[in-house]
């Protein structure tokens, strides 16, 4: 019940790239250490975790969209948007490869052949912030894939981990953050085969719920998180953050 | 709660506007649903049936394995049925995962259980009642299981009912094993599912609604059947 | 209708140190008879002495608690809720069930069990609602009679098979006068013919015209096991002279 | 299958173990739905009763109705809850979303019709026995669906069990409204969910087989109750 | 027992132009008599003449198809399913149901309906299983019980309310020789104290003993209402004569 909730408890609506890399459940202990608030993540797609901010549900935003984002902040729901850390997206795909995009290193060049082969290609399709960079990307190689019933582009209407698990058995292609990536434990027909790309650059940003919109919000304590993840402790953390050895996410400089 | 108001609109939108892939996503739904309820039925009833009448050692045992099949987590269960069907699985070779098939092997293997369950009840009730005459007369084994069920068609019907809900609001397993995928596996629930997370609450309840007015169809239709095989009987 | 060729002989009946407890309660103590083809046997005896629960045992339904050895596989019945009575008995159950059909599928039902062919069942069915003049009722839902006609149709059902032995647990009780006086002829019919009659009763005018022996129970003991004679004349027990007089309470 | 050996494992692992995240999840599970399934009880049956008994106009409507309640899909009654406790919904001001309080309102309603669809075959079922003679006795309203509920005792087990499975193996309601939130709100079932979409199918099997085993302790206990109640009344 | 307040005044019954439809099937047909207080009227006809029927339509179980304006208002049914029965009636239905616990609490089930309190129900309960001679059986689950038991403790339970008006229907049908002939006695007794009693029965000899006015039934229809030995010496109809030589099939 609410009255034996302690006193500074944050609500923060996050994607489920960050829960299930485990990164989040590195991080916060660390800021409930330094200032006694406790954060509790509730990872949704990125849609839903925007509209759960917009409602006041939430205190606090760390998704991975910017122009959602940004958007959020110019209609008044949110205080102010800080750039927090990127990772990548990657491209991955079965082992032997059929369209031949290992190691290609541009993504356009690689998506193109994906399409000129017709391998399938699995799609969240949920407008997360995965599927909105996968569009771009799209875009950017010229193609306007569209889903049919046969087709080889398919949308799995489905979290990161159910996309991967498609694409894992089927097989195909599939775009995901290095993140989830890496933690992923069902990959064994699956190879990472390109990254580097600039346009692959996957930004996570920051953003307290507006108390004029939502009097209950916690937005002082939310505002110590923003401060925090942004601060040179938060982004040592993040920068530390490690699964089998590898950096997952890297502070982005002030 | 503007959204409600929201909801129906969009309800309305979509079914007035005959959108082609609402048209398919509904008829997947009910083509799977109502597929998966005929093995279900022939699976649970007579095995439900068998349990409330046979007597033998573990029977009680069998009374708890049963009704704990109504507490199987669908989720456990679309990743069995994904162990099962998925390529390194002993049915790998169907290629049935992420196709059609796969839900309604999903959905089987879901209601089968609550079918049995419940039926166990319907038919334990009722043979009280005919257990002596029934013996009397000589009916044995699937023959007295043929005859009770035949005497209970009525209560069966909520038991059948009770697994067409379960298996066209069902979306853990539908999500494993048929991955949701547009044109091909997406049902309501998962359509449903895929609205929410994309935060389109509104959509996703018209959806619902949708989803609602199907069953109530199917339960209208059902009740309707009976009623009339009650009058004929009479 | 010939007897099917599995149909061991039922008769004689012999029944040795019976013991029957039904949650913890004595039912039948010790009970011990022969069971002859030939004469009708009524059993007799207050409410509650063991008279259904006796025709159960001896019919399959029930498991008795205890049987000495000897006699053990005279009296075959099948565990409480398991398998079915023997063939080439029927019983009338003292509140019979009929089921959720019309009165001739309820005749026809048993028929079927023992694999008569489809006319065989139909003329068998003819036959029956013809003897037992039920003709008026065939097409009625059997769950839709009065109580007496229930019974009536329970009866017929029982005999529609042709037992070897027929356990009739107070087959008149709704009858009304006339329908009773054809049952009680058609009892005498069907003792003649070779069929075995085991029934109870709470008339006594009526266990005086049917019955040839009576076994009187009392608190779950065979009291008595005499010519019906004997028994209606000078009962042997105090009990039975007391029944008689419808001075019995308990 | 390899992947069941490794689940089985991995199961035992975290029973033996007695890993404290694991105890605290099977506790709230365990809690939040037998709580959930207090209120649906207190609804479902008397709802259930009154419409198997109860004779009005529009009394087969009333029973689609009900029926129809089964097939409320959970996503879409995890939506009205979560529009009914979010912060700008009628109930905001409780702060219960995202809280166990939650989990139980959701889980109420979404067994709450279950229970009272199944039970008003339950009662149906007894009714035509009992209907003359409480009539007679002058059992009416409240009074003849109490003494129902007695007489059917045995077989509403059934009907709560059914309850039970369909809360303790529910996630789409729990996502929602309980969020899933690590240590405060996640339950068996969205932790099986968490992780499924990490991958980690092993790892969600062995929850999944605890959460048997603990909905197998349930089945057990409320059977062994039964057995006792039986016997005392013998 | 005082009776409640509410309790309208149900006698006389008269009940004009009745007609009972089931299922298509005409059931009762148009018929009309009076019940006054005092005499013990009993209902005499084949199977299926519609004795339990008249008997549930009256008790207010039924609702009629059909019942002339005038007396509407007089007999009280609830519609089928709706309501219960009137207050200051009881009925012994032909097959009794008894409730799922001890003979006890069956015959303190209708006394709490009627607000009694703990101890005065406490009391009357012992009263009644004394009269009902049903003190070994208190404690007894009901359900288990032989059938005469459970129908001793149906007419037991009708008759604690101590209503005006007791409806039975085959009250003895299962009753051995010794509870017929106490039944008998409490049926005497229960009239000299002003309860109206209506009753049927298959035993002659009963309704002899028993019956002060006679309802002949024959189809659905009321063929004779007289004086009982008006009835037993010279019946008016041809069926009443029929039907007491046991010759009446149908
Ligand atoms: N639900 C029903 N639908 C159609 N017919 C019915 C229904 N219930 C009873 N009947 C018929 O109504 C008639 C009268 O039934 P009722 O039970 O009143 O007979 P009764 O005089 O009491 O006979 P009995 O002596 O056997 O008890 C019977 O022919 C019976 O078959
Ligand atoms: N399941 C049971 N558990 C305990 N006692 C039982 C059970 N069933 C029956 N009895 C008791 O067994 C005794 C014999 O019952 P049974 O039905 O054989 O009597 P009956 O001689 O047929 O009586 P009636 O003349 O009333 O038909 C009765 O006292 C009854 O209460
Ligand atoms: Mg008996
Ligand atoms: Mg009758």
């Not at chain 1, 992923?184 to 650059?201: I, K, M, Q, T, Y």
């Not at chain 2, 162990?83 to 999903?106: E, H, I, K, M, N």
Request: glycine share 10%; charged share 20%; aromatic share 6%.
């Amino acid at each position: 019940s609410p009255s034996a909730e302690a006193p500074e408890t944050l609500i923060m609506a996050s994607t489920t790239s960050t829960r299930d890399s485990g990164l989040l459940d590195d991080l916060l202990p660390r800021f409930e250490a330094e200032t006694g608030i406790a954060v509790r993540v509730v990872a949704v797609g990125t849609g839903r975790a925007i509209d759960l901010a917009r409602r006041g549900d939430a205190d606090v935003l760390f998704v991975h969209h910017r122009p959602s984002e940004l958007e959020f902040v110019a209609e008044g729901f949110g205080l102010e948007r800080l750039p927090v850390m990127y990772n990548d997206f990657v491209l991955v795909g079965p082992r032997e490869d059929p369209a031949g995009v290992r190691e290609l290193g541009d993504v356009a060049a690689a998506l193109a052949n994906v399409a000129a082969n017709e391998v399938p290609f699995f799609s969240r399709g949920d407008d997360s912030g995965t599927h909105k960079a996968e569009l771009r990307l799209w875009a950017a190689a010229s193609v306007e894939p569209s889903a049919g019933a046969s087709g080889w582009y398919r949308e799995t209407g489905a979290g990161m981990g159910a996309t991967l698990n498609t694409a894992n058995q089927t097989p195909g292609y599939a775009l995901t953050d290095r993140g989830t990536w890496i933690a992923f434990r069902n990959r064994s027909g699956l190879d990472l085969l390109v990254e580097g790309d600039p346009l692959l650059r996957n930004e996570y940003g920051v953003v307290v719920v507006n108390p004029e919109r939502h009097p209950h919000v916690k937005a002082a304590a939310g505002k110590r998180l923003a401060d925090w993840l942004t601060s040179d402790a938060g982004r040592a953390a993040i920068a530390a953050y490690r699964v089998g050895g590898e950096a997952l996410f890297f502070p982005i400089e002030r | 709660m503007a959204e409600l108001t929201e909801a129906f609109r969009s309800a309305l939108g979509l079914i007035v506007g005959l959108d082609p892939d609402l048209l398919e996503i509904v008829s997947l739904s009910l083509r799977v649903s109502l597929v998966a309820l005929v093995p279900s039925m022939l699976l649970g009833i007579p095995l439900g049936a068998t349990v409330a009448i046979a007597r033998f050692p573990g029977r009680g045992f069998a009374v708890v394995l049963l009704n704990l099949g109504m507490a199987l987590p669908p989720v456990v269960i679309g990743l069995l049925v994904y162990l099962l069907l998925s390529r390194s699985g002993p049915l790998g070779d169907l290629s049935l995962l992420f196709t059609p098939g796969a839900l309604v092997v999903g959905q089987t293997v879901l209601v089968t259980p609550l079918v049995a369950a419940l039926s166990r009840q319907v038919f334990e009730d009722h043979w009280t009642e005919y257990e002596e005459t029934l013996r009397s007369l000589g009916a044995r084994g699937a023959r007295a299981v043929a005859t009770l069920i035949f005497e209970a068609r009525h209560s069966l019907l909520t038991v059948l009912l009770a697994g067409f809900g379960r298996a066209i609001t069902e979306v853990g397993v539908a999500i494993i094993v048929g991955g949701n995928i547009n044109h091909l596996t997406r049902i309501m629930t998962t359509a449903i599912a895929l609205e929410t997370s994309r935060g389109d609450l509104p959509l996703a309840l018209g959806l619902g609604v949708i989803l609602l007015a199907l069953s109530l169809g199917v339960n209208v239709l059902a009740l309707a059947a009976q009623q009339a095989v009650r009058r004929a009987e009479a | 209708m010939p007897r099917p060729e599995a149909s061991p002989e039922i008769l004689p009946l012999r029944v040795e140190g019976l013991s029957l407890t039904l949650g913890g309660k004595p039912i039948l103590r010790d009970v011990s008879f022969e069971l002859e083809a030939g004469p009708c046997s009524v059993i007799l005896g207050p409410n509650g002495c063991g008279k259904s629960m006796l025709l159960r045992v001896c019919h399959g339904l029930l498991a008795p608690t205890e049987l000495l050895a000897p006699t053990e596989g005279r009296v075959r019945w099948c565990g409480p809720g398991a398998g079915e009575a023997e063939r080439g008995q029927a019983m009338v159950l003292q509140r019979p069930v009929l089921l959720r059909r019309r009165v001739a599928a309820n005749l026809e039902y048993p028929l079927r069990l023992r694999g008569l062919a489809p006319n065989e069942r139909r003329d068998r069915v003819a036959v029956v609602l013809e003897r037992a003049s039920l003709e008026a009722l065939a097409e009625r839902p059997a769950r839709a009679l009065s109580v007496g006609e229930q019974q009536r149709v329970a009866v017929a059902r029982a005999w529609a098979v042709e037992p070897e032995v027929l356990w009739l647990d107070e087959p008149a009780s709704a009858l009304d006068p006339g329908a009773t006086r054809a049952l009680e002829e058609t009892i005498r019919r069907i003792r003649a013919s070779g069929t075995k009659v085991v029934m109870t009763t709470h008339d006594l005018g009526q266990a005086r015209r049917l019955a040839d022996e009576v076994l009187f129970l009392h608190r779950g003991r065979v009291l008595e096991k005499t010519a019906a004679e004997t028994f209606f004349e000078e009962p042997q027990s105090e009990e039975g002279r007391a029944f008689l007089k419808g001075e019995l309470l308990t």
